[in-house]
């Protein structure tokens, strides 16, 4: 009983094997997927750096894409970025066509779609990182200021600009200034990652209107550091920070950064016993102006002191100055020392002082007389047109 038990599951276990035979024969020879043909379709990740070359392999397939019977066909949104040679993947580029992640973006899609006898069998979905490169340089925004106004009052480490830059690679930027640029002693950048630029330096209308800095953005952590520059005008606006100045300026010190001015002395000599008389004073008439020349505020004028007998009127908005009452002795009253004050109108906190000396003299009673009715000389003849004349006495 055991022995014909034995048999007869040795047939059994022969006939399943045949059978499994006939099966596998059968399969292969039709090509169906699975077996040598389409395979099952897949998921393809892969990576491929910007700018790569036409004909780069991305990815290899696992399938033999020249069996008879059976043809593949590239599909989807980004198709034509890839070809198929025998079983790999490659990139397909041209001069006209590069890979650029910027341009592109990111990722690359597509289908590679398997056909056996016409029939679709599977699909392999692909997906291609584009892996980045530096290949951009940064890129200031289109709203950086290329000029802008400043007032001469602004404090020293104010923030006087911002300036922004990009970079399409997503690299870091650091901003400095160009130590070349006409003034760049103004400013400083204390904050390199911030493009804050800072007054450094105090401004002055008067001695500098306008002032120009170059400003570089550069990559702060790439090897080839692209960098790029934007140059920048800045116009100083006067600020009330100046005094009125008598003219003419008697000049003290003058230099790249300042000029300072005294004074002038007003003089004038006037005969005694003369009076209601507009005074006529050297080096100039009295005279001042708003020391801040793009304000150019008004000036007013008043006597200070000097005047106890008040001999003297001086016009508020000209500062002419008349005699109202004279001195009948020179000798009493020789000389008389006034300050007069010029002040700003809107501010009269802001005013400056000079001093008006008024001499008397005698009367004049006699005129001028040669010592001789008739003269005689002689003129060296030469190029110059302008020549002494020599005189002398003949004496007989």
């Not at 100046?242 to 300042?258: D, G, H, I, R």
């Not at 100039?284 to 008004?298: E, F, K, Q, T, Y």
């Not at 008043?302 to 005699?323: H, N, P, Q």
Request: include cysteine.
């Amino acid at each position: 009983m055991a022995a014909t038990q034995l048999k007869w599951d040795l047939f059994l276990a022969k006939a399943l094997v045949s059978t499994l035979l006939v099966l596998l024969c059968l399969h292969t020879s039709t090509g169906m997927s699975g077996w040598g043909g389409c395979l099952d379709g897949q998921d393809v990740f892969a990576t491929i750096r910007e700018n790569s070359h036409w004909g780069e392999v991305v990815t290899e397939l696992m399938a033999d894409t020249r069996m008879e019977g059976v043809h593949w066909r590239l599909d989807g949104k980004d198709a034509a970025w890839f070809f198929l040679d025998e079983r790999y993947i490659r990139l397909n580029t041209s001069a006209d066509k590069i890979l650029d992640r910027e341009a592109q973006g990111p990722f690359l899609k597509a289908d590679l779609s398997c056909y056996e006898e016409d029939t679709f069998q599977s699909v392999y979905r692909i997906m291609v990182e584009i892996l980045n490169e530096n290949d951009n340089s940064p890129v200031f925004s289109t709203n950086t200021v290329h000029s802008l106004s400043v007032s001469e009052l602004t404090p020293v480490n104010t923030v006087v600009f911002t300036v922004l830059a990009t970079d399409a690679d997503n690299d870091k930027i650091i901003y400095s200034i160009d130590q070349t640029s006409p003034d760049a002693e103004y400013f400083k950048v204390v904050l390199p990652n911030s493009g804050e630029v800072i007054l450094s330096k105090p401004l002055d209308y008067e001695t500098k209107t306008s002032l120009s800095v170059t400003i570089h953005a550069s990559e702060m952590t790439t090897a080839e550091r692209y960098n790029t520059s934007t140059n920048i005008t800045i116009f100083v606006l006067d600020g009330d920070d100046q005094y009125p100045q008598f003219l003419p300026c008697m000049l003290l010190l003058q230099n790249e950064t300042s000029r300072i001015c005294a004074s002038p002395v007003y003089a004038v000599n006037v005969t005694e016993g003369e009076e209601d008389i507009v005074l006529d004073f050297f080096p100039g008439p009295i005279h001042a102006v708003d020391g801040d020349r793009g304000l150019n505020s008004p000036v007013s004028y008043a006597i200070v002191s000097g005047d106890d007998d008040g001999r003297f009127l001086i016009d508020r908005e000209t500062g002419e100055m008349r005699l109202v009452h004279g001195v009948m002795d020179r000798l009493l009253t020789p000389l008389v020392p006034l300050q007069i004050m010029a002040y700003q109108d809107d501010d009269p906190r802001k005013y400056s002082v000079a001093t008006v000396l008024v001499r008397f003299v005698a009367v004049n009673q006699f005129l001028p007389e040669f010592e001789m009715a008739e003269y005689q000389g002689f003129v060296t003849g030469g190029k110059s047109p302008v020549s002494l004349v020599n005189t002398y006495v003949l004496k007989c």
